[in-house]
């Protein structure tokens, strides 16, 4: 089994970064939380940034991919394991770090900085012709499920 809890490095410019991103499971949803931790290396400090579910806002909890977050008015999603969407929460949260230097930890709503990178969804997806996509199956298999891949005609 893979483990999503380890430290993770990531290097910008003459800086390492340290990251890792932490669920926090409550049962009820609304209690729930992913945070994206970032330590800038031989320092202790740490910009954590925090992600809970609002009424638009959704978060991982077994029905998404891991470290899931997504904005539902326009269904903008990011993976906060991705290291493009690390980079990016980097350049946007540094400032946050800078203003608040007398804090070790700086805790931080992370869904502003979702707003400020996530790119919104504006058109569907066009399939090529000749590419493979699945479709629906015919006859025993239940209603929508996947069968072999076809191709588009």
């Known amino acids: 089994m893979k483990n999503d809890r380890r430290l993770r490095r990531l290097v910008v410019g003459d800086a390492t970064?340290?990251?890792?991103?932490?669920?926090?499971?409550?049962?009820?949803?609304e209690d729930c939380s992913l945070t994206r931790s970032l330590c800038p290396e031989g320092a202790r400090r740490r910009l954590a940034l925090v992600?809970?579910?609002?009424?638009d806002r959704?978060?991982?909890?077994?029905?998404?991919?891991?470290?899931?977050?997504m904005r539902?008015?326009?269904?903008?999603y990011l993976n906060l394991y991705e290291p493009g969407t690390?980079?990016?929460f980097l350049d946007a949260a540094t400032p946050?770090?800078?203003r608040l230097a007398s804090e070790w930890v700086v805790e931080v709503d992370g869904w502003q900085y979702f707003?400020?990178?996530?790119?919104?969804?504006?058109?569907?997806?066009?399939?090529?012709?000749?590419?493979?996509?699945?479709?629906p199956s015919i006859g025993h298999a239940g209603e929508g499920e996947i069968s072999a891949p076809g191709f588009v005609q």
């Open 17 to 29: 970064w340290h990251w890792m991103v932490r669920q926090r499971l409550k049962p009820a949803y």
């Open 51 to 55: 992600f809970r579910p609002g009424s």
């Open 58 to 69: 959704v978060i991982s909890n077994c029905y998404f991919d891991s470290g899931a977050v």
């Open 72 to 76: 539902l008015p326009d269904r903008s």
């Open 86 to 88: 690390v980079r990016r």
């Open 96 to 98: 946050s770090l800078d």
């Open 115 to 135: 707003d400020a990178i996530a790119e919104p969804v504006t058109a569907t997806a066009v399939v090529p012709r000749g590419f493979p996509v699945a479709r």
